[in-house]
Each structure stands twice: as structure tokens, then as C-alpha cells.
């Protein structure tokens, strides 16, 4: 069975951080793409970061110098670092699978509430 397990969010001032953590289990972890993806209050969902199976990353610009993703293959878990944390990256937050060659194998995570209020 397919699990993606989102964890480490929260409510946190402007300026501040948060590290999510996503625990994948149920396929093969080190031959799928990873993504974090958000989506705010009557908003679409938007890609946040992504990191492929060779490490190599891909931020939404604005992520940029603000936030960092990372796998580790070894505990099949994907993280995004959030620093400098502003009012507008207030949203759920989704971890995503995405096989890298057959991309019809596509999971989900359940979301974890990111909320940053003064």
C-alpha cells in the first residue's frame, strides 16, 4: 500500500522556519521524482520544489533562496527546509511521488496545514 506521510507543519511568525518531512513507503523511493506542492485558501495548487533521483533540484521562484528540498533514499523520505517565512506561504502543503520514467504512477500525501501570522 502507497503512503505518503506529511509531517513538521505548523503556525510560525514572518522570518521564521519550519522543516516538513514526507515519509514515503509502499514503491521503490529512489526511482520516483519528489515534489512539494501548496495550495492556499482559494488558490490552485502550485509546485513548490522538486528534486528528481539523481539529486537534482527545481524551485518555484517563489521558493528561491528561501527554502531547500532533500531526499534521503535511505529512510525513503523527502524534506523541504522553509526559511524567511512570509504571511503569503501560508497553505497546505502536499508531498507528491512521481515514478521517473512511468508517470502514471503519481501518489499523494494528506496535506500539512503551514500557517505564518504575526
Known amino acids: 500500500q502507497v503512503q505518503l506521510v506529511e509531517s513538521g507543519g505548523g503556525s510560525v511568525q514572518p522570518g521564521g522556519s519550519l522543516r516538513l518531512s514526507c515519509a514515503a513507503s509502499?514503491?521503490?523511493?529512489?526511482?520516483?521524482?519528489m515534489s512539494w506542492y501548496r495550495q492556499a485558501p482559494g488558490k490552485e495548487r502550485e509546485l513548490v520544489a522538486t528534486?528528481?533521483?539523481?539529486?537534482?533540484?527545481n524551485y518555484a521562484d517563489s521558493a528561491k533562496g528561501r527554502f531547500t528540498i532533500s531526499r534521503d533514499n535511505a529512510k525513503n523520505t523527502v524534506y523541504l527546509q522553509m526559511n524567511s517565512l512570509k504571511l503569503e506561504d501560508t497553505a497546505v502543503y502536499y508531498c507528491?511521488?512521481?515514478?521517473?520514467?512511468?508517470?502514471?504512477?503519481?501518489?499523494w500525501g494528506q496535506g500539512t496545514q503551514v500557517t505564518v501570522s504575526s
Open positions: 507528491n511521488s512521481v515514478h521517473n520514467v512511468f508517470a502514471t504512477f503519481n501518489y
Open positions: 509502499g514503491f521503490t523511493f529512489g526511482i520516483y521524482v
Open positions: 528534486i528528481n533521483t539523481g539529486g537534482y533540484t
